[in-house]
């Protein structure tokens, strides 16, 4: 943690001296509030305009589903009890919408006055009438299918934002775009990356804190510096930037927080020439009583810090829970919850604000379940470590100390040698988002385990091909071979509901497979998610009992959301399998196009019908030359392997599996790599990265990957 401000007066004692008109102003927006909390309770959803008196009166009762988390705090708790423990065994479908896409949905819908505002992969917007389930508009920004391999991670989208009759959607190729609510009409786009030379993407939804649409990045496995930016969401102005890392050393730095990050990193890995990474991808809250916004940060670029910063550091401001002025930008605090982070340890899982006795009196803290394993709980007015405890099994550290800091283990920096490093980088938590309920206390969230072995590559250059190191013909920049020996570990997914004040496990429900969808917990007692294997299921929210569960077809990753419409309340959910780890691999037979299901008691409708996966046999008859398994192996790994899997040995996910196709289409593979049918639906154009021998030379890997595992008769 690091607070230089800690000497400034406290923001309440500044208030005390504010001027009477000042004081007139607080009130009448207290008593504008209490008047919507009273409208909404008497009324159900709000016509009010979608704005911060809105934000607070609706999380008071919570009629409608306004913003990615539902409120500022990001709770994911709905106060809405009509569906409760007792009852929900008679939920039924409503209607399904089809999203028409065949690529991951990690869309939070957002519902105000009847309306749904979701997402869908390539960042194409649906507004749907919830009381019919009929499309109202939708709203492409055409992203170039040619850019889906600049992302780690699928072409995917977590949703949009609501502001005074906007909707704000943050496109895969890097714009923040205005339109009209009522009509899905543009109104005012705006280009946040600042560097088109390099793989900027965004995924995740916007926000909005003060009149301000804020909106991070992805990258960092590309080599980028991440930042954060705040838009007017009036004009689309830009009102001020934070980058997350500082930049090169020769030049004048942004502000004195970029200085203070600099002499945490070694000049001598040029760490600004591969970005720094940092990006800030997913995770925002606001406190509006503090007017402090805080944000995760994430991974470093490359992930190897002995590269990146070879005499070591804790580089800032990585792998950080970073709190700004929402004004301003200006930097507040931090506290870093993976210092010098070599593993590709995100903090850019979502936290959740909430107000939690620690010790014995009531703190106002930041809950934070990141990739490294350790559950945080962290005082969000000035950043202090309170407490860290791991929530799944880890090996790169011990715990943390009473200063914050991780006591890393002996294995933790071995970079010479494959080692297992558990959690692995897919991480114990992902982006999947929690949830908590002040009832139970307890949050609720999606954990996992994806073994992988890591081998630091000692020759790695900036954008350097090297066959070997995963996707880097693609630009990616690990610095890092990944599985060169398989790991021990299994894989696993798990439901976990967590006491933050005792910093244990209550109770958990086990997985078919990881990658299951995020959370949402309601006062009636219940916490819904998704799941892999598709389906969709209702637990009880004290013992993890489950009541209720229906088919979705496809697996599901995204999280659900529950609203009042009509003095009726209903629960959505958008499915669509995919993301890094979907792309490859799946927990399901069947699949379907992208789909919004809403239930609400005694639903009857018909779910849609689902197709089988056609697997296919193993591919046979293709001629190659042994000798060029080997460096065929190495080109696989460093153009293909993050998205088909393993020939044979992985079934595919929403991407299929090389060693399921026709012959004929591995005989044939150099016209699909270079400038194939397939780049029209984001598959990359590998001319100018592979030539025809090197193709030829894959082709070896996947027939011979094949005839090595096919049962022998």
Known sequence: MNHPEASRPRRWSRALLASGSQRAQALTASLAVSLLVLACASQGPSKAPVNEAFFRANAQQTADWPSY????????????????????GKLGLVWSYDLESNRGVESTPLV?????????????VHAVDVRTGKRLWSYDPKVPREAGYKGCCDVVNRGVALHEGRVFVASYDGRLIALDAATGQ????????????????????PRVFKGKVIIGNGGAEFGVRGYITAYDAKTGDQKWRWFTVPGDPSQPFENAAMERAAKTWDPAGKWWEAGGGGTAWDSMSFDPELNLMYVGTGNGSPWARNLRSPAGGDNQYLASIVALNPDTGEYVWHYQETPGDSWDYTSTQPMILADIPVNGKPRKVILHAPKNGFFFVIDRTNGEFISAKNFVDVNWATGYDAKG?????????VADRPREIIPSAFGARNWHPMSYNPGTGLVYMPVQGVPLTLLDNKDWKFNAKRPGEPHSGLGWNLATFANVEPPKAKPFGRLVAWDPVQQKEVWHQEQVSPWNGGTLTTAGNLVFQGTADGRFIAYDARNGSKLWETPTGTGVIAAPVTYLVDGKQYVSIAVGWGGVYGLAARATDRKGPGTVYTFALGGQAKAPDFVDYQLGKLV?????????IPEGTALYVSNCVFCHGVPGVDRGG????????????????????FKGAANARGMPDFTGKLTVAEVEKIKAFIQGTADAIRPKK
Do not use: C, F
């Open 69 to 88: 988390g539902l409120d500022y705090a990001e709770t994911r708790h709905s106060r809405l009890e009509q569906i409760n423990a007792a009852n929900v």
């Open 112 to 124: 105000v006055n009847g309306v749904m505002y979701v997402t869908a992969s390539w960042s194409i």
């Open 186 to 205: 543009k109104v005012w786009e705006q280009d946040t990356i600042i560097d088109h030379k390099r793989s900027y993407t965004i995924t995740g939804a």
């Open 405 to 413: 800091r991780p006591i890393e283990t002996a294995i933790a920096r």
């Open 620 to 628: 046979a008859g293709v001629k190659y030359n042994p000798a060029h």
């Open 654 to 673: 929403n991407i299929p599996n090389l060693g399921y196709m026709d012959a004929a289409y591995i005989e044939t593979l150099e016209n699909h790599v």
